[in-house]
């Protein structure tokens, strides 16, 4: 996947509001389109992350959207 190294701040942000939210990482990641395991793997600093998952991740976090649940591709 191309893209960038999530900082650390960034990733407890986004744990931050996930939480916030009451989502499991799993409900996350099925919101934005991804897997789980790709979202901890960038949440850890592992992989990196396509500019339209960023996009999407900002979304979903900052609007507390009721999307439906996309299927993780």
Do not use: C
Not at 25 to 51: C, E, F, T, W, Y
């Amino acid at each position: 996947m191309f893209g960038r190294i999530m900082p650390r701040a960034v990733a407890l942000e986004v744990e931050f509001h996930r939480k916030r939210l009451g989502l499991s990482q799993s409900q996350l990641a099925a919101r934005v389109g991804i897997k789980q395991p790709q979202l901890s793997n960038v949440l850890r600093g592992h992989d990196r992350m396509a500019a339209w998952v960023v996009t999407r991740l900002r979304d979903v976090l900052l609007s507390g959207d009721s999307y439906p649940v996309a299927l993780a591709a």
